[in-house]
């Protein structure tokens, strides 16, 4: 049993090195990018809440720069697999996933949500690994939920806007 397990562990472990390819290229530059990936590889329900927080934070330094979908693309696996895990950082970081969509012209939250399934779908039909299986949960089963959080968001990108 103990071969298997040794197995299984690793398969996950290439999955998350292939999911997360484009941040451990990123952390050969910017520390906080490797440290955001060694966290996020350590990832998970029992975690605590000061390493949670260590993660949130380095993640929120990485400051990634490019066009809109380059950004939502970039962030989407890690927010996503972040918010499986950690559910109440959500505050933090879901504007990463609503920011760059309300950037493109989608300001309605009723579209948002299926904007992300959406995008979820297109990117795995062309790369298998781009989300984990964590991720692919958090976006069928628990963002469906968060109307009124998704509705946060794009009501601080309006404030944003009109500042």
């Not at 040794?6 to 440290?35: Q, V, Y």
């Not at 996503?80 to 559910?87: E, F, S």
């Not at 109440?88 to 399934?117: C, H, Q, R, S, V």
């Amino acid at each position: 049993m103990g071969i298997l397990n040794w197995i299984k562990k690793k398969d996950i472990k290439s999955e998350f090195e292939k999911t997360f390819s484009d941040l451990k290229r990123m952390g050969e530059i910017k520390s906080n990018a490797k440290r955001t990936y060694e966290l996020l590889a350590e990832l998970d329900f029992d975690t605590s809440d000061s390493q949670s927080e260590l993660l949130i934070s380095e993640f929120n330094n990485i400051q990634y720069q490019s066009n809109t979908n380059s950004f939502f693309y970039f962030y989407f696996p890690i927010v996503t697999h972040i918010l499986y895990y950690k559910p109440k950082y959500e505050k933090e970081i879901l504007g990463y996933l609503i920011a760059p969509n309300f950037a493109n012209g989608d300001t309605e939250t009723k579209t948002l949500i299926p904007l992300i399934k959406s995008a979820m779908e297109f990117k795995l039909s062309d790369n298998k690994n781009y989300l984990t299986q964590e991720s692919q949960n958090w976006i069928l089963n628990e963002l469906p939920k968060l109307e009124e959080e998704v509705e946060r968001e794009v009501q601080k990108c309006w404030k944003e806007l009109n500042e």
